[in-house]
């Protein structure tokens, strides 16, 4: 019997808040391999609030995703046939397989698939904290931040896959470290699993003012560092009480993600405080991945990095769990689990 693979495709373009007739579920056969290809079966999908400026068409720093192709995104999986000398079956391996089932790897794109050693680390983790949002937070910390010991450090999305990593990396150099969440359930893991010094629930505040006096009891000292993951009234709340010389670097802007402005009140502060605020992306950097990788897994694999995981079931569940995690409905790494 032919075996199908089920896969999601991006049907038309949202127009704000993407919606679920913005994607497709079809079925097609799965191929056999042909000389030189993997097959691999999907375990995990990631889902990534990247995925959203993909959706748009335009320039960005990433090709948009063309229309009626596979949702394209990172995935986890086994390798179920192959006739690639490098790749047998039973490998667990981590790749951009997209929202399907299953992936047919093709020879020229074998090399975006990686082997990797599920004996101490799970394999979900490679999507999240040893894996592309947990480089990016080390990304940011080391290359752009770099925090002192004893400087103040904040960071938004604080109980998120990139956010809860770059927290607890910046408290391993020895950074005081205060992070922003959504409710007080988040703040509470924020402050008692991952060990940061406070957290601040920012629905709490509705206005400039007071979110900057919360930031302030947070940050007596002012801040030195921002990971900025939100964009908008958080980040003239940091801009009010940043030190001179502070650093911040620009990760995401989620809050505009669906075509909102993001207004900017106070942007002389940049000036007055010779501020260093720096966009990146963790993709321009494949030479820094190895030693990421490297500190992550070891910290991962002896319990020093916590994480927490959103698991939506099954394929025809991603639309709806993507719509979640741009509304902050997931807590943690946001997957789908197909196996
Ligand atoms: P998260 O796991 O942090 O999930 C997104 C979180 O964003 C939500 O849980 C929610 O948390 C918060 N959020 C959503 N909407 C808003 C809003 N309007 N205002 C404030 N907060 C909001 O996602 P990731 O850890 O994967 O990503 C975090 C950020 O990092 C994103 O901006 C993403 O685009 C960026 N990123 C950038 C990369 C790069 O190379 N530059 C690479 C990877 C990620 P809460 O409930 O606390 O509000």
Excluded at 49 to 59: H, L, V
Excluded at 107 to 131: E, F, N, R
Excluded at 189 to 212: M, N, P, Q
Excluded at 279 to 303: C, H, K, N, Y
């Amino acid at each position: 019997m032919t075996t199908m693979n089920q896969q999601i495709l991006l049907a038309s373009r949202p127009a704000g808040e993407p919606t679920a007739s913005n994607f497709r579920l079809v079925q097609t056969p799965v191929g056999e391999p042909a000389d030189g290809e993997v097959l691999v079966r999907h375990h995990y999908l990631s889902l990534d609030p990247y995925m959203r400026g993909r959706m748009n068409e335009g320039k960005s720093y990433i090709e948009p995703q063309a229309l009626g192709e596979v949702m394209g995104g990172g995935s986890v999986g086994e390798v179920v046939a192959s006739r690639n000398a490098g790749f047998a079956v039973g490998d667990k391996v981590v790749g951009m397989g997209g929202w399907q089932e299953y992936q047919l790897v093709g020879a020229s794109q074998v090399a975006t698939l990686q082997k990797v050693d599920t004996t101490h680390i799970p394999l979900a983790a490679y999507l999240g904290a040893v894996g592309m949002p947990g480089v990016t937070a080390w990304q940011g910390l080391t290359q752009i931040i770099a925090p002192k010991a004893g400087e103040t450090v904040v960071v938004s999305a604080a109980s998120g896959a990139v956010g809860g990593a770059f927290g607890q990396l910046a408290k391993t150099r020895g950074a005081r470290v205060v992070g922003l969440a959504g409710g007080p359930e988040k703040c509470a893991y924020v402050t008692r699993e991952l060990g940061f010094d406070a957290c601040i629930d920012y629905k709490l505040h509705k206005d400039l003012e007071s979110l900057g006096g919360a930031l302030k009891s947070a940050c007596p000292g002012g801040i030195d560092g921002y990971f900025e993951n939100v964009g908008g009234m958080t980040l003239d709340a940091v801009l009010l009480h940043s030190n001179t010389f502070a650093r911040i670097a620009v990760c995401g802007m989620i809050s505009g993600y669906n075509g909102e402005p993001i207004p900017m009140l106070h942007p002389t502060l940049i000036l007055v405080n010779r501020l260093k605020l720096q966009g990146f992306i963790v993709t321009d950097r494949l030479d820094l991945w190895p030693a990421a990788l490297q500190e992550l897994g070891s910290m991962v694999a002896s319990g020093k990095l916590k994480y927490r995981e959103t698991v939506a079931q099954g394929l025809a569940s991603a639309p709806e769990a993507f719509m979640g995690l741009l509304k902050g409905r997931n807590f943690g790494k946001q997957l789908v689990k197909l196996v």
